[in-house]
Nanobody, 111 residues
Framework: VQLQASGGGLVQPGGSLRLSCAAS????????WAWYRQAPGKQRELVAG???????NYADSVKGRFTISRDNAKNTVSLQMNSLKPEDTAVYYC??????WGQGTLVTVSS
């Protein structure tokens, strides 16, 4: 069982990035998927979550800017990030079922 995250990089403030997380080795279509992030010197925090029902939850700091979605057929979850701010700079991690973690992908928002 493995999660592979991708899509991080350097972007200017106001720009967009799309993160993807692919799961292999199992069927995760009924699991809760989530994206977390950890900025330097800070604790890891929940950014967005998506339940099998389709219900989503977002950190207040990203509401209206980030969108989490999933493709069950491909066992992937994505995080569309728009209007990025320097404070969004962090390593982003995908999580499935609360216990399975991807390796993290770095997002840097800077001019």
């Amino acid at each position: 069982v493995q999660l592979q995250a991708s899509g991080g990089g350097l972007v200017q403030p106001g720009g967009s990035l799309r993160l993807s997380c692919a799961a292999s080795g199992g069927d995760f279509s009924t699991f809760y998927w989530a994206w977390y992030r950890q900025a330097p010197g800070k604790q890891r925090e929940l950014v967005a979550g998506l339940r099998n029902s389709g219900r989503t939850n977002y950190a207040d700091s990203v509401k209206g800017r980030f969108t989490i979605s999933r493709d069950n057929a491909k066992n992937t979850v994505s995080l569309q990030m728009n209007s990025l701010k320097p404070e969004d700079t962090a390593v982003y991690y995908c999580n499935v079922g609360g216990s399975l973690w991807g390796q993290g992908t770095l997002v840097t928002v800077s001019s």
